[in-house]
């Protein structure tokens, strides 16, 4: 397995305001998978992403990325290990404004000796001619691409998205997906898509229900329908 | 990454060219100013002390009642000392300046032309650079002194007249009333026969001590030879005067030691207010990014390379400004045109600007080191925050978010508004501060102006003050005194005090004495420069004794022209071992018929007055420079942070827009409450810059011999703050014209 988390819990505040979002979540994820969280509002989908990719950290239980124990590292050694194997897309797409499509994908390049091919990459997503364009220049699927492409250009391991459609609309948020489909076939990433939306799950291999900051379902998609022919995104 | 992310800096400053075109600037002029300054300061420092070598200074100087004898001035060589006769003679001439003139000198204090050539026959001259400017006089001219007239053959300065005062206690240089000359021996012997002095000649002698005795052994030798020889009793030392107590010497390399100081530390203190607004202007884009900056920690960017990134530009704009600021104050507009002030005050010769290494250093790595460590601590804390914390642009929960508001909504959104912006406040009060500062230190030199030039001709009762070397045996009209000049060191120099025996009854001073060897009343300007009041000790040394003498202060007259203390004429007659009738000192409502040679010097109401007025002529540009420099730093610090804040209020703005504020409204919730903060700022900053100016001043103008009364008038306090609301006004509304090009789309943009 790629990713395995056990028996993971996380909880907020203390006291009156003590809450426990995550409450011993388990599961795993296969190399070069393609798994969609999805759960309620507040079920804790995100803070469990977020503690997969380091940015949280869980009160116990262990993440193990490739048998490498995350749970527990330093800042230091976090910020290396989201280096390494990590990229994040958010729903914000959070691009500097004065650097143009491809300097904001270069920005990220710099961070690994083997990063993919910028111009390919840039192809692949349709952004080719959009590279010398500011983010104020761009529509809002454009700009989510470019954060897509600059999550993708150091090569990650694992890709974390945290509602990566949820500020497009229907036919954009379809491209943007296909391009995920596309990416994972192409580089073999594997990816964790944290999403509302049901009807991404029909797309993926694994799926993941969290209810009340526990695994309710996870099961695997052995009808994996194709992104482009999703409905009602 | 960070060649990539360095793309944006162009960007970064053609997006914002005007805020940092200002702030690049001050910068520039700041740099400016102080390598400039500091610049001309180290030149005069250096250049002063090498043509005092050159020119083979004296190392001190002493006057005698009559001239040594052979024997006496071959003992003292033997000795090892190196000795010359600088005897003078002063005269009045027709345009009522007094010009002092010496026979050439071979071997001491060696005169350094400017033009010209020294004088070789009967009939030439050679003039002091000061007041050949001060004349008009050039080579060639003629000059009439006495009875003959003489042509200029040469222009130009003597080391031991660098400060032209004609009288060691003289507070202010005239050169329009002062000069000196110097004519060949035969001349020189001449004018002497001739009588046509205003006074007697005076018998100084100048010595060089060759590292063979030291000044007191030199002093012990010439007190043996009066002592010695009692049929000599007139041959009495007057004055002893090591160059290093001469006001005279080395007074333009002090005057600019204190301005070296100052313009070092000065420009210390303008950078970090420069780099903590730069540093303002970081955070509000660091805020405006932390979605950007979180989302790169995601990606696993660290810290330090995002710190390192938000430091190169503000560290790059400093530093070029540094370099233009320097360039600058390197160039001929630069230390060249600041030692023009000096040239225009001081008999110094022409000095090439010296380049001090340090000053380049300063100048270039200054501005960027104190940018680095302020924006430094600064930023630090801004990008210690977690990844998911930016990302999510949460706003720290501070005690301030905290504290429970009562009143209108305006009122309540105004508060928290004020406390939002904490930091830019403090940076506006920060500016505000040294702005006043600067404001405070122009003002205090205008006022010292005023008071010096009111009180001194105001203080001054009578209209001649003659000071005898021979008095006659009965005063002849006026008012009978005995002065006997003593010494008192404030802050590293050395100045003339007048213990001036008076009468009780006598019409000049408000000097009420009393009988008693002990007891003294001061002149105000005394209090003043010594920082001395009623009950203190006050200790004077008297050159002449080698002695020291103590006095309780029990009154301070209202006397702003000279350094005096005053005791019962009789008291201090029996003090010094003088007769029951002995005077040296005439005060005089109108001019007395006295023999020339009799006196040392006369001193007239009218001399006061013009070397009052002195003063407010040489600070007047100082005064309107500083004020600008003020006014100008004031407003560009008070604009850029007001505007900052008005940006990172630009979503707000917006918002409120959409609700439908209108632009009035819109003012009075974040513009408007900033005139609070202003005024408040400025009813502290005014008394406490005003007390820090005061407490600073005295060091900055501790070589002048004056009395430093710097109590402003209640109306100059009310001035100053309401020209600080004016200012404030006019940035306000220069600031809503960027409020009213916040259009409600702004919410929408900031939202992508």
Redesign the interface.
Known sequence: MYLVVKNLKKSYGEGGSFMEVLKGVDFSVEKGAMCVIQGTSGSGKSTLL?CI?G??EADSGSIYVEDVEVCGLSR?KL??????N???V?Q????????TVK?NI??????TNKPLDLHELMDVLGLTEHQDKF??QLS?GQ?QRC?IA??LV?NPKLLLCDEPTG?LDSATSRDILVLLEKINAKYGTTMLIVTHNNSIRNMVNQVIFLKDGQVRKNYRNDARVPAAELEDL | MQKILRKRFLRELKENRYRYLALGFLIVMGMYIVTGLVGAAETIIEGTAKAARENRLEDGQFSVFAPLDEQEKKSLEKAGITLEEHFYLDYTLLDASILRIFSQRDKIDLVQIDMGSFPVKGGEILLERRYCEEHGIAVGDTVKIGSFDYTVTGIGTAPDYESMIRNFSDSAVDSLQFGFGFVTKEDYEELKKSGESISSEEYFYAYLLNGKVTHQQLKALLRDFFVENTDRSVCKMTRFVPAADNPRIGAAADDKLVEKAAGLAAGVIVLILFAYVISVFTVHHIEKESGVIGTLYAMGVRKKELMLHYLTLPVLLTFTAGIIGTALGYSSFGAALQMSSTYGYFSVPRISVHYKLYLLLYGLAMPPLVTVCTNYLVIRKKLDRPALFLIRGEQKNTKVHNIRLRGSFVRVFRIRQLLREKRTMVTVFGGMFISLLIVMLSLNCYILCVHVKTENVEDTKFAYMYTYKYPEADVQGGEEAYGVVMKKETLGYNFDVLLLGIHKENPYFEAAVEKGKSKVLISSAMAQKYGLRIGDVLTLYHEEDDRYYAFFIEGIVEYSAGFFAFMDIDSMREMLGQDETYYNVVFAERELAVDSGRLYSVLSEDEVEKSASVFAAQMKNMVIMLLAVSVLMFVVVMYLMMKVMIDRSAMPISLFRVFGYKQKEIRKLYLDGNFFVIAASALVGIPLSKAVMDRMYPYLVSNIACGINLTFPWEMYVGIFVSVLLLYFLVNRILMLRVSRILPSEVLKNRE
């Open positions: 977020n990719g940015l949280e230091e910020s290396d290990y989201r280096r390494a990590l990229g994040f958010f914000f797409y959070n691009l500097v404004p004065n650097l300097e270069q920005v990220c390049e710099y961070l983010p104020s809002g700009q954060a600059r999550a150091k500020a």
